[in-house]
C-alpha cells in the first residue's frame, strides 16, 4: 500500500519561505509523476506544481507560483520537496502531496491516485 506523508508547513511572514517534504512510501514505480495540490478554505483544491521523470525530470507549475516555488525530488529518500520562496497571504492553503500512477504531467486531481493528509502553510501580512 502506497502511503504519502507531507511535513514543513506552518507559519510564516509575507516574503519569507518553507520547504515542504513528502515521503513516498510503499511499492510503486519511481517514474509515476508527483504532484503538489492546495485547498485554501472555500476553493477547489487547485494544481501547484508537478514532476514528470520517466524521461528527464521535467516540472511544470500554476502561473500563480511560477518563479518562486520549485519541486525537486530525491530518489534514494523516495522524498518530493517544494521549495517555496517569497510567500504571499494568498499562498494560504492545505497543501496536498499526490501521486499518479502514470507517466504523463496531469494537472487535475482526478487524475492522480494516491494523497498525503495534507500539511497547513499559512502567510501572514
Known amino acids: 500500500q502506497v502511503q504519502l506523508v507531507e511535513s514543513g508547513g506552518g507559519l510564516v511572514q509575507a516574503g519569507g519561505s518553507l520547504k515542504l517534504s513528502c515521503v513516498v512510501s510503499?511499492?510503486?514505480?519511481?517514474?509515476?509523476?508527483r504532484g503538489w495540490f492546495r485547498q485554501a478554505p472555500g476553493k477547489e483544491r487547485e494544481f501547484v506544481a508537478g514532476i514528470e521523470t520517466w524521461n528527464t525530470d521535467t516540472t511544470y507549475y500554476a502561473d500563480s507560483v511560477k518563479g518562486r516555488f520549485t519541486i525537486s525530488r530525491d530518489n534514494a529518500k523516495n522524498t518530493v520537496y517544494l521549495q517555496m520562496s517569497s510567500l504571499k497571504p494568498e499562498d494560504t492553503a492545505i497543501y496536498y502531496c499526490?501521486?499518479?500512477?502514470?507517466?504523463?504531467?496531469?494537472?487535475?486531481?482526478?487524475?492522480?491516485?494516491?494523497w498525503g493528509q495534507g500539511t497547513q502553510v499559512t502567510v501572514s501580512s
Open positions: 510503499g511499492r510503486t514505480f519511481s517514474q509515476y509523476v
Open positions: 499526490a501521486l499518479r500512477r502514470a507517466y504523463d504531467m496531469r494537472f487535475g486531481s482526478n487524475d492522480y491516485h494516491t
